[in-house]
């Protein structure tokens, strides 16, 4: 049996440097293929069946979602395993999620068109950077992220927040409120309305 503190998927996802030349890169690598081919049958679908939808996104995301899941394709992942979905879920058209930090999407959140979930980052020094290193993304319940925005890795939205269309995150976003800009700022409270 394998001890699961060692292997590269945990090692990924706990925010390790992961090189190209890691003895285990291959098996990481055979979930990424695994994404590229789901996506693609997800993004070739002619369909308007809700439920053939969501069978092939819970294909990729190795787990059934709840049927109040709503997902207008394309959609795009680099591994998808790594992704957790609630309930009463909206997902608008050419999103990308880069989800080998892991992408949490609690219960009643709205992503707009092309928004991005990047957990994924590059070491700084040239010498390293084809390595990577992950970092995982958490959106509360009822949070809504805007048109274009960016959430970069280890950022979490707060409960009912609010991101701005073409924001992009870096850091937490607390609860109740509303950030935008390049990088995000608070802009306001949404108790203050």
Not at 67 to 86: R, V
């Amino acid at each position: 049996m394998e001890d699961n503190t060692e292997n590269i998927f945990s090692r990924d996802r706990s925010g390790q440097t992961i090189r190209l030349d890691d003895p285990d890169y291959p098996r990481l690598f055979e979930v990424i293929k695994k994404a590229l081919r789901v996506t693609a049958k997800l993004n070739t679908l002619v369909t308007d069946d809700l439920q053939e939808i969501n069978t092939v996104f819970s294909e990729l995301i190795g787990k059934k979602v709840d049927p109040t899941f709503f997902l207008i394709p394309p959609f795009h992942s680099d591994f998808g395993e790594n992704i957790s979905i609630g309930k009463n879920v909206f997902i608008n058209h050419a999103c990308t999620f880069m989800d080998r930090g892991g992408i949490t999407i609690e219960d009643d959140v709205l992503i707009g068109p092309k928004v991005n979930l990047i957990t994924t980052n590059h070491p700084v020094s040239p010498a390293a950077r084809r390595a990577t290193i992950s970092n995982p993304i958490h959106i509360r319940k009822g949070a809504w992220i805007g048109v274009g925005a960016t959430i970069l890795p280890g950022v979490t939205v707060g409960e009912n927040a609010i991101v701005a269309a073409g924001a992009v995150v870096s850091k937490n976003v607390p609860e109740n409120t509303i950030v935008g800009g390049i990088p995000a700022k608070i802009i306001r409270s949404i108790d203050a309305f």
